[in-house]
């Protein structure tokens, strides 16, 4: 049995749909109903009932409830407690998301090291889902992170049982993205359903963050390709042979993508595909003058991100 499974059969039980928790977990659904059905079998149990109406949990499941809240909690707490540093620190992590980094890291250490210069800063880029799990293990002090906004509610009530601090810094949406020569360069928008024959190139994070409202969308692309660095994408996009769905923030100061450039992007339109990114903190963690530095830092370069339209 591991915790993850326990935490798996809890968000199950909440949202009584294995889709929904696939969505909110981060994971896809054949992942996690292996996860349940293994630790079924493990158990010599069955937790649900599956009905057309979504996931039902079993007597047996209700009477196990209070037990898995309480070793996950105990499990988390023991992880707070053991990596919890008491000295004043030399070494500050942050976690962030790909498209966060890409967007705003280069300034944020610049200026860090500019105020506090002998620090080590030690930056860990993974995927969007990764952010917040990472903060309240205590492997970074400080998350930035990214979500669907349609699925912050739901966001903010994971951070809040795990007690992080949840702030939006920056709301942003997909673009559709291609080479100037391409067929669908002169329209005026793209449609996603126009684009689910294409050779579609997308940022792994925004497919684990549910970045479209329907569920799964990005299974409806017949000839998909993820890369977890965004300028892999911009390559591929100038051979002409791709087009890619990309962060408007990510594009929007790119030299490719101004008036003389190779690439071109355009509004994408029939899917809600806004999202925002976000700073987060253990609300417990008592916070040095350097990370108290560093949140106010991140606030004021976010700030400076003025609003803009390329597409």
């Given at each position: 049995m591991r915790i993850e499974q326990l935490d798996y059969f809890l968000t199950i039980a909440r949202y009584g749909s294995i889709s929904q928790a696939a969505n909110n977990l981060y994971i896809g659904q054949p992942t996690l109903s292996a996860a349940i059905n293994s630790l079924e079998k493990e158990l010599d149990i069955k937790l649900f009932k599956r009905t057309k109406a979504g996931m039902e949990l079993t007597p047996i499941g209700q009477e196990l409830i209070p037990l898995a809240e309480t070793a996950v909690a105990d499990f988390y707490a023991i992880k707070k407690r053991a990596t919890k540093k008491i000295v004043v620190k030399s070494h500050i992590h942050l976690a962030c998301d790909a498209s966060a980094s890409y967007l705003t890291i280069e300034q944020i250490i610049s200026r860090c090291k500019a105020q506090f210069p002998t620090i080590n800063l030690h930056i860990h880029e993974m995927l969007p889902a990764e952010v917040l799990r990472f903060v309240v293990e205590g492997n970074a002090t400080i998350g930035i992170g990214s979500v669907a906004d349609y699925i912050l509610p739901k966001h903010q009530e994971y951070a809040d049982d795990l007690n992080l601090f949840i702030k939006p810094l920056l709301h942003d949406e997909i673009c559709f993205c291609c080479h100037t020569q391409h067929p669908m360069a002169s329209a005026a928008a793209v449609s996603f359903h126009d684009i689910l024959d294409e050779a579609a190139l997308i940022p792994e994070g925004l497919v684990y963050q549910g970045i479209f409202k329907t569920p799964h969308a990005y299974q409806e692309i017949n000839n998909l390709c993820t890369f977890s660095n965004p300028?892999?994408?911009?390559?591929?996009?100038?051979?002409?042979?791709?087009?890619?769905?990309?962060?408007?923030?990510?594009?929007?100061?790119?030299?490719?993508?101004?008036?003389?450039?190779?690439?071109?992007?355009?509004?994408?339109?029939n899917h809600d595909?806004?999202?925002?990114?976000?700073?987060?903190?253990?609300?417990?963690?008592?916070?040095?003058?350097?990370?108290?530095?560093?949140?106010?830092?991140i606030e004021s370069v976010y700030q400076e991100l003025s609003p803009k339209c390329i597409c």
């Open positions: 300028e892999t994408i911009k390559s591929l996009l100038i051979n002409g042979q791709f087009i890619a769905l990309l962060p408007q923030r990510l594009v929007q100061n790119d030299p490719h993508f101004q008036k003389d450039g190779l690439l071109k992007a355009l509004p994408l339109i595909n806004h999202y925002l990114q976000y700073l987060t903190y253990c609300k417990e963690h008592p916070l040095s003058e350097i990370e108290q530095y560093l949140l106010d830092l």
